[in-house]
């Protein structure tokens, strides 16, 4: 047995040799790596098979991007020396690089086992802990690392904050208390400043997550009121107590002198004073303070005409003269009132910002239509008592709609005689008509009339053909009537009205993807990114997740599934570098004492798989491979010869014309990857200006299409169900993939979560349809238990009835609404059709008549309505006749739409 230095601890190296492993360890620190690995090698020529020298090569080449070098390295020290603490915390450091954390646990709890009482690998630990939201372990270790050291006021609050991430609420307000008593008067840490504010802030936070607490949380925002600089949170935190405990006129105060510290146009401020005004209970103040944007508690409870009353005497008479300057002010008295005086107080507020030329007044005022909501069997989450519509179907015919049409027509009328408002001496200003006209047209898109919206803005370009906002308007209705390659052809003449807009270029880029033009949109957004290299490594580098979204969306329209899933993938990455990027904070916001946002970071981080862009990549990337599996020949690499046999000679032809043509484009994109490649071997290209040029070694996605695509729908959706449970959409998905998978009890149970989230949805009515047809059969052959849960749930899915009367029924009763929104009439004829159920009229009447009325009347529903009635065969050709006539009468700019367009 060899008992040289290398054996570990036991035996050290000499002291020259001890000094260079110092030096490796202090230039791995200051990250001079080539240093690092010069002095390691100096002590390897002599004590080759010393294992933590070779860990520190290891770590040390792993810094220099030589992974696999590093992981030899690492795992040879390891093996040469087992028992040494710093081998198994190196091994954890490379795995932590690697963003493998359950491993990196592994390891530094292996050298803890060797070295207890190592403050390094304990904060480590602590750090990936937290990471991993493993809180109790995180608890544990904090309370290690104090006792270790308990003079250090960051290890006292880092166990705070783990007793409350654990939901020790108590526990973390011990700990607060006994940190503060170990303090000495006169400590800096007793006076005002920002740490001691921020401390007292956090331990008001905790105070108001323990249930019914209100009195102590109000107790301490007195006792702790000299030592906070944040009077703006301590002040919102007092006025919410106060609230809580009922005591409204106090309440009252508190928020009145928030407004006079400048919080005139903080929504949720307002929501306060409404609640104390009105002497609510606690359960709607606590509700109405959680409100967001523009909400206040008139949308969150139906008021009585008392209560509105009451309101409005404070804004008229309080508020008003008090903050004559506030928009928030002159806003909210507009959801209030009602009858003439709401007409009189619209046409104060429209006329005002006519005058100003404020371009965003109709998405203002769209914000006054609501609606009575109506509830969705969600018993778990509180609901608001009105929503706000947006359907043109809904806007129409709501009564706040009418008032602001007679207004604005009126203006109108007015400013084109005499260039004064109605009963006004003072001329107004020429550009008041122009945005009277503006405001009118936006009224007409809310409405779905597009072709006279699209009339009054054509007067908007005319009267003004600089201003960029009208051709703006007019791209947006393009779109909305069916021709996206105009609609993208006029936001780009407005571009070229202002070349140094970054808006209105990326606006242009959008559109141009959404009319399929990728290489002219590349070309508009590359305006706005570094020159030097490939514009979408940029994009990719900057996370532009909105352009890659839209990219994939284009190159799914066009049939290219391979870049489609590149794309849709390059956004679930970017998450997954926000996922990484918190690592940083755990650390830094500790030693900073921003507690409370750290904790909003959290929580943020952890609802991240829910965001809105995070939802639609994983849809994406489901409906593709959903689409791929369905059509396997869609999935075939560019690279694949394709199958001659089954065509005829002319075809055969074509398709080694297109495989050459195809093949000549691959050989130059090589040629120019090698180039590439050379140029940028020429020095250190890493360490020189511009950095090395990265080479995209699979540009069409092809190795993508190569994956199963049930195994990575699969994994989507588990995600998808995990954090955005409440979506629709999660539940459709997973349908759509277990029913492909053949997993039907996981499909029936898909179904019922959809159908609990909004039953009269038509994709959850066509799939309901679909389970019952590919399961009638077989359920009835299955005599196994899953067979009889199968049909039993299937009939309490149905409502007890069968499936033609299902789907009879379901037809009969909604066929009279009005408003039924067209995707149901398609689902519900689809429906019809597929199961032959009795109707007693043509199944094509319910998309015919009265379809283009309806909610969700888009140009993409119209053609999808079109290539349903096409199903119904020559039965139908009068009604798809007429349904072409009255799409066209609506939609005249719509492309692509004929009674004799293919499926």
Wanted: charged share 30%; with cysteine; aromatic share 8%.
């Amino acid at each position: 047995m060899n008992n040289g230095p290398q054996a570990g601890q036991k035996n050290p190296l000499p002291k020259k040799e001890s000094d260079l492993f110092k030096a490796v360890v202090k230039h791995y620190e200051s990250k001079q790596y080539k240093k690092g690995i010069k002095a390691a090698e100096n002590i390897l020529k002599k004590f080759p098979q010393h294992g933590e020298t070779l860990a520190m090569k290891g770590l040390t080449l792993n810094c220099m991007s030589k992974r696999e070098e590093a992981h030899d390295y690492v795992r040879r020290g390891l093996r040469n020396d087992m028992r040494s603490h710093v081998c198994w915390h190196v091994y954890g450091l490379l795995y932590r690089t690697d963003r493998d954390y359950n491993e990196a646990i592994k390891a530094y709890k292996q050298a803890l086992r060797i070295d207890p009482e190592n403050l390094q690998i304990l904060r480590d630990l602590s750090l990936l802990q937290i990471q991993m939201r493993d809180l109790n372990g995180f608890v544990i270790t904090r309370h290690t690392i104090l006792n270790l050291k308990p003079n250090n006021k960051v290890h006292w609050l880092a166990f705070a904050l783990s007793k409350h991430l654990s939901g020790d609420l108590e526990g973390a307000i011990s700990v607060i208390d006994c940190y503060i008593g170990t303090l000495n008067e006169g400590a800096p840490e007793l006076r005002r400043c920002f740490e001691s504010s921020e401390l007292a802030m956090y331990r008001i936070m905790v105070l108001n997550e323990i249930p019914d607490n209100d009195k102590s949380v109000l107790e301490h925002l007195e006792k702790c009121k000299d030592l906070v600089t944040d009077m703006r949170a301590w002040l919102l935190a007092k006025g919410t107590a106060l609230l809580k405990l009922g005591e409204h006129g106090r309440a009252k105060a508190i928020f009145m002198e928030l407004f006079q510290r400048g919080s005139t146009e903080e929504y949720r401020v307002h929501s306060g004073l409404m609640c104390g005004i009105l002497g609510l209970d606690k359960v709607t103040c606590d509700l109405a303070m959680k409100l967001e944007a523009t909400d206040t508690l008139v949308t969150l409870i139906p008021l009585s005409s008392k209560q509105k009353a009451c309101l409005l005497t404070v804004y008229k008479e309080v508020l008003g003269p008090m903050m004559p300057r506030s928009n928030v002010v002159k806003r909210i008295p507009l959801t209030l009132l009602e009858g003439d005086d709401l007409r009189e107080a619209l046409g104060t507020y429209i006329r005002r910002d006519l005058t100003k030329g404020v371009p965003f007044l109709g998405s203002d005022l769209s914000s006054l239509f609501v609606v009575e909501n109506k509830p969705n069997g969600d018993t778990k989450h509180s609901q608001p008592a009105f929503v706000r519509v947006k359907d043109p179907a809904d806007v129409r015919s709501h009564p706040i709609m009418g008032v602001i049409i007679d207004l604005v027509d009126n203006y109108i009328s007015s400013l084109t005689v005499s260039a004064k408002y109605p009963g006004e001496v003072d001329e107004e200003l020429p550009s008041t008509i122009l945005w009277a006209w503006f405001l009118r047209a936006q009224l007409h898109e809310m409405c779905g009339d597009y072709t006279e919206a699209l009339s009054v803005i054509e007067k908007c370009i005319k009267h003004t053909p600089t201003a960029v906002d009208m051709y703006e308007r007019k791209a947006r209705i393009l779109k909305l009537c069916g021709d996206t390659n105009l609609a993208a052809d006029c936001l780009d003449s407005a571009r070229e009205l202002d070349l140094q807009d970054r808006y209105i270029n990326n606006k242009t880029t959008k559109y141009m993807l959404r009319a399929n033009r990728d290489n002219v949109a590349r070309e508009r957004i590359s305006l706005f990114t570094r020159h030097e290299g490939n514009p979408e490594q940029n994009l990719y580098d900057m996370q532009c997740t909105w352009y890659e979204l839209e990219l994939a969306a284009c190159y799914a329209r066009k049939g290219d599934w391979g870049k489609c899933l590149k794309k849709f993938t390059a956004v679930e990455k970017h998450f997954e570098d926000f996922h990484e990027d918190q690592f940083d904070f755990h650390s830094y916001c500790l030693r900073k004492n921003t507690l409370r946002s750290y904790v909003e970071v959290l929580k943020f981080e952890d609802n991240l798989w829910g965001q809105n862009f995070y939802t639609q990549a994983a849809s994406g990337l489901v409906n593709s491979y959903v689409h791929l599996f369905d059509n396997p020949k869609d999935g075939r690499a560019a690279s694949e010869e394709p199958d001659y046999s089954s065509m005829t000679p002319a075809q055969r032809k074509k398709a080694k014309a297109i495989a050459r043509k195809k093949k000549k484009q691959a050989e130059k994109v090589l040629a120019e990857k090698v180039l590439a490649e050379s140029k940028s071997k020429e020095g250190d290209a890493g360490e020189k200006k511009g950095g090395k040029v990265e080479i995209d070694p699979d540009p069409n996605g092809e190795s993508f299409l190569k994956l199963d695509p049930l195994v990575e729908s699969k994994r989507y959706i588990s995600t998808l169900v995990k954090n955005a449970p409440r979506a629709l959409k999660t539940w459709v998905l997973s349908y759509d993939v277990s029913i492909r998978r053949g997993k039907k009890l996981m499909a029936l149970q898909s179904l019922f979560r959809a159908k609990a989230i909004d039953p009269d949805d038509h994709e959850v009515f066509s799939r309901i349809v679909d389970f019952a047809l590919k399961n009638s059969n077989a359920t009835s052959e299955d005599k196994s238990p899953s067979g009889e849960v199968i049909s039993s749930e299937t009939k309490v899915l149905l409502g007890g009835l069968s499936l033609n009367e299902f789907v009879s029924t379901t037809a009969i009763k909604m066929k009279n609404d009005t408003l039924l929104d067209l995707p149901m009439r398609i689902a519900l004829t689809k429906a019809l059709i597929a199961t032959k159920a009795p109707f007693e009229f043509d199944p094509g009447t319910i998309i015919v008549e009265g379809g283009l009325s309806a909610r969700k009347a888009s140009i993409g529903n119209c053609r999808e309505a079109l290539m349903c009635l096409q199903d119904l065969g020559e039965s139908a050709v009068e009604l798809k006749e007429e349904w072409v006539a009255k799409v066209r009468a609506k939609y005249p700019l719509a492309t692509d739409f004929s009674a004799n367009a293919k499926k």
